[in-house]
């Protein structure tokens, strides 16, 4: 089964007032550095950010979010209906402590997969299947 890495990168960043993916972390972007721990355990990567974003380079394809600002829904959607992989570990940029160790243990629960912390379910750091079932 496939694999893909989505990172969420469409916020604006309201209350830091500069960009999270420019944010230096171990001597790179903190986007840089996300993408690049994801990467260890995927077979395809994605960022999905609004189509003005500036990002800096990550060795990443690139979906434009076609409704930015509807929130981190939407980027799932774009990323989701964007991959080719079976599945994907989703997060978001600011995820300076994501681990392979996690990334590769969350794949292996299958199916769709989100930890827990505090009583609250981390939508934005899980493993979505790319086809999912819906309720009518």
């Keep these: 089964m496939s694999r893909a890495g989505i990172v969420l990168c469409g916020g604006r960043s ?4 500069r960009s999270k993916a420019w944010l230096p972390w ?6 840089r ?6 990467a260890k355990s995927v077979d395809e990567m994605l960022v999905v950010a609004a189509p003005n974003l500036d990002l800096p ?20 959607r774009e990323g989701l209906a964007s991959m080719e992989s079976d599945s994907a570990y989703l997060t978001g940029t600011d995820s300076p402590w994501l681990s392979r160790e996690l990334v ?3 794949f292996r629960v299958g199916g769709a997969v989100a930890p827990i912390f505090d ?10 299947p790319k086809r999912g079932g819906s309720i009518a």
């Design 14 to 17: 309201s209350r830091m007032g």
């Design 26 to 31: 171990r001597g790179v972007p903190l986007l």
């Design 104 to 106: 590769e243990q969350m």
């Design 57 to 76: 380079a990550v060795p990443a394809r690139r979906v434009d979010d076609r409704e930015p600002g509807l929130g981190p829904l939407a980027g799932i």
């Design 33 to 38: 550095f996300v993408v690049d721990q994801l």
């Design 119 to 128: 009583g609250h379910v981390q939508t934005l750091a899980a493993v979505y």
